[in-house]
């Protein structure tokens, strides 16, 4: 079992910068692959970012390649999203997300949320 705590949303302009971070309970995250997904409003929730094990493969969807950074410090039992040149676009809420295993396919335990609004 995994629980997972988002912090560091809030309300930023267009061109602004927001970093999110994850806190993971157990000692054995470093086990679990990780990721960042969001929900806007109306909209099904997406992927956005993910990281392997140790941190070394990523993937982001391409919305998000260039100005997001997906980073993971498994001695500390966080994950974080760098987020730059942030877009209205981006407006959702975020959630953290990990899953036993390779970072591909489905992801099984979640966080509760941080909202993340950007105004124009």
């Known amino acids: 079992q995994v629980q997972l705590i988002e912090s560091g949303g809030g309300l930023v302009q267009t061109g602004g910068s927001l970093r999110l971070s994850c806190a993971a309970s157990?000692?054995?995250?470093?086990?679990?692959?990780a990721g960042w997904f969001r929900q806007a409003p109306g909209r099904e929730r997406e992927f956005v970012a993910t990281?392997?094990?140790?941190?070394?493969?990523?993937a982001y969807a391409d919305s998000v390649k260039g100005r997001f950074t997906i980073s993971r410090d498994n001695a500390k039992n966080m994950v974080f999203l760098e987020m730059n040149s942030l877009k209205p676009e981006d407006t959702a809420i975020y959630y953290c997300?990990?899953?036993?295993?390779?970072?591909?396919?489905?992801?099984?335990?979640w966080g509760q949320g941080t909202q993340v609004t950007v105004s124009s």
């Open positions: 997300a990990a899953k036993s295993g390779s970072y591909l396919g489905n992801y099984t335990y």
């Open positions: 990281t392997s094990l140790s941190g070394i493969n990523t």
């Open positions: 157990g000692r054995t995250f470093s086990t679990y692959a």
